[in-house]
């Protein structure tokens, strides 16, 4: 059975949590999420990673240019069964050919397979991917109870906030660039912030 994204990060990296800062701290924020059908809700014991915009945008780009890459292997392969499905079953109309049908029980055996294997490539390399921010991040924090969260003595610099949702079979990341002069900034994580490539949707 899949983990989470966020339990799997949670048992690979400790967190330092960064809460209870009462000046103005330089970079804070909320994230929230809206369903559909649900009213918008905050994401609280989220994590946060704060990461130098120079690392963090190269890496981003690498790892949804594999994604696709693999994924639309995948996809071809995954094509290639269905036209042949689709041309057995033509094939055999209303004739009862023992043969044929064993043929094409095979080949629905295979589109199980790839389907699950698809499902598990993308699940899996969410949560890779989710490790490796973690790795690479200055910072990280957990969101409070209301979705707060924040980052103090920053250094002057152009940063990559990242965060991971999830809901119900789906998660990914809500991620928002951003520039500090020195003077506090806020940020809010939301729908608008969701990462379009690095995405674990699984098919039905």
């Known amino acids: 059975m899949n983990i989470s994204v966020k ?10 949590v960064q809460s209870c800062v009462k000046k103005p701290i330089d970079i804070s924020g909320t994230v929230s999420m809206e369903y559909a059908g649900t009213q918008i809700s905050t994401t609280k014991e989220s994590f946060v990673f704060l990461l130098h915009d120079s690392i963090a945008t190269p890496y981003l780009n690498k790892r949804r240019k594999e994604f696709q890459e693999e994924l639309e292997r995948m996809k071809i392969v995954q094509s290639e069964i269905f036209a042949k499905f689709d041309s057995l079953k033509s094939a055999i109309s209303n004739k009862e050919v023992k043969a044929l049908h064993l043929q094409l029980d095979s080949i ?5 397979e790839i389907k699950k294997r698809i499902n598990e490539f993308k699940h899996d390399y969410v949560v890779f991917t989710a490790k490796e921010l973690a790795k690479k991040a200055i910072l990280t924090a957990k969101t409070a109870e209301n979705g707060v969260f ?9 940063y990559v906030l990242i965060s991971i949702y999830e809901e119900k079979d789906h998660s990914g990341f809500l991620i928002s660039t951003v ?6 900034i806020n940020v809010r994580l939301e729908n608008h912030s969701i990462e379009p490539v690095l995405i674990y949707e699984p098919e039905k």
Do not use: C, M, N, R
Not at 8 to 14: D, E, G, H, P, R
Not at 108 to 112: D, G
Not at 179 to 184: D, N, S, V
């Open 108 to 112: 629905q055996s295979s589109a199980v």
């Open 150 to 158: 924040g980052f103090d003595q920053i250094s002057i610099g152009k």
């Open 7 to 16: 339990f799997a990060v949670l048992l690979f990296f400790s967190v330092l």
């Open 179 to 184: 520039e500090f002069t020195g003077k506090p």
